[in-house]
């Protein structure tokens, strides 16, 4: 578990999903996904994240805002280009947008990974998904490049610490 000024990062559980359905099950919030996710595709990605941080010690951790949960936001590994890296991602429940919140828990990531030997991290984001974009770049993040990712063309931000 970590802090940042206003919020506690924690490894996700099963309790979370009710929550996180909340954020996966949004049209909007997912607009830039193939779909919003049902219920059980939610549970997948909670259990998704649990072996993450079994076999590789990252994932994506629960977001909570006094004691809320309101996303999630963390570390994950992706193959891009045929390069292995390790993808910042976030998601935040609309109603807590625009506070700030993606900013600081993605800056907490990004720190926390040159704290830890992390040469470099990206983050694979939607051309159309200004906001998100907004978001890496304000966490120290630049436009790298263009790719095709899972299917379909997206831009890649990223920070090196070397």
Not at 50 to 65: D, I, N, Q, S, T
């Amino acid at each position: 578990m970590y802090e940042t000024k206003r919020l506690r990062l924690r490894p996700m559980q099963d309790e979370d999903l009710a929550a996180l359905h909340r954020i996966f099950g949004d049209e909007e919030t997912m607009q830039y996904y193939p779909a919003a996710f049902d219920a059980e595709k939610t549970g997948s990605w909670i259990e998704w994240n649990k072996k993450l941080y079994r076999e590789h010690g990252l994932g994506l951790f629960a977001v909570e805002y006094n004691g809320t949960v309101i996303g999630d936001c963390g570390l994950v590994p992706q193959t891009v280009d045929g390069r292995d890296e390790i993808e910042l991602g976030y998601h935040i429940r609309k109603t807590y947008w625009k506070q700030g919140f993606a900013r600081e828990a993605a800056s907490f990531w990004l720190n926390h990974a040159a704290e830890n030997g992390v040469s470099r991290v990206i983050s694979i984001i939607d051309p159309q998904n200004v906001p998100s974009r907004k978001t890496a770049a304000a966490a120290g993040m630049t436009l790298e490049k263009r790719s095709v990712v899972f299917g379909r063309e997206k831009v890649i931000y990223s920070k090196c610490f070397t």
